[in-house]
């Protein structure tokens, strides 16, 4: 017992300290040993990988060794200077109906998104009845508007006529082809742009307008690069679609791609297989440059909203093949 503090000293019993550890020779402890953490195997993804390769492996070799398809006659026919002028015309009247149907899809989604009640219901009406309508009944009612009114005149409204028009002159084949797209172009191309500036948060209307900017600068800085990305991949869809409605010019008198396909069709009935696989070709030409342009588009657009951009396809592609190397090689399947 300790006099100074009064208490007594009791020996702790049943406590055993873990003994330290053995010191390897040299100081130097060992290093740990290497888990290698296998991934998860898919069985079920390589068979259904395997089957879309044959599948995909069987209509190529019977694509390439089926004599109907006539290849020969498909080279011959590919470049001819025929099919190129029909291909020529073909870009022509997209472009110009793309543009004027972009032009004024925007003004109708703006007159529908006015507060003007007349302006709504006047590009409503002109939507609902444009995309009601198909596109070969447009085409021909405009072909045949020397039937419908006999003179085209501007002047005073119910009163007298200053200036009359030959339509001889303005409703040649490809003003009655291009006229066509685009007024049809114009209510789908609407719809998309509306959707696209519909898109856009009203939160950044709310601080535009707290910065004191002018509606016109609001839109233009604003709320249409924000609505840009939304409209881009939807109004591509409509080009690609709009690429292959030119095919209906043919009815108006126009020859296009499609109609000197037919027309050549009609005259060497041998080689309507081939000569129909030269406008599949050109078309899936024309859609796959299209599809490009508008990767390179999106990707300039997704700049400052996207913390990574999209790679490019070529990069992806190179991506993949390694990985799948590195896979197959030393790492398993996964």
Known sequence: ????????????????????PAQPPGGVEPAPPVVRVLP???PGRWVATALVLVLVAQFLHGLVTNPFYQWDRFGYWFLRPVVLEGLVITLQVTALSAVFGLLGGTVLALCRLSHNPVLRAVS????????SVPLIVVLLFLYNIQALYGTLSLGVPFG?????FDESRLATDMAVAVAGLSLTEAAYAAEVVRGGILSVDQGQYEAAASLGLPKRYQFARIV?????????????????????????????SLLDLFGVVSSLGSTYPGD??????????WYLVLTSLLSAVQYHVERHLSRGALRTPP??????????????TVRLGGRGFA
């Open 40 to 42: 998860l195997r898919h």
């Open 224 to 252: 249409l690069p924000q609505a840009l990305r939304t409209i881009t991949p939807n109004y591509v869809n409509q080009l690609v679609g709009l690429i292959k409605s030119t095919s209906l010019v043919f009815y108006v």
């Open 311 to 324: 790679q490019a396809p070529l990069r992806r592609a190179r991506a993949a093949v390694r990985k799948c």
């Open 272 to 281: 309507i297989v081939p000569l129909l696989m030269v406008a599949t070709v």
């Open 1 to 20: 017992m300790d006099e100074t503090s009064g208490l007594t000293a009791v020996p702790v019993t049943g406590i055993s300290r873990p003994d330290p």
């Open 160 to 164: 007298p006529a200053l200036f009359t």
């Open 124 to 131: 409503w009406a002109y939507i609902w009845l444009l995309r």
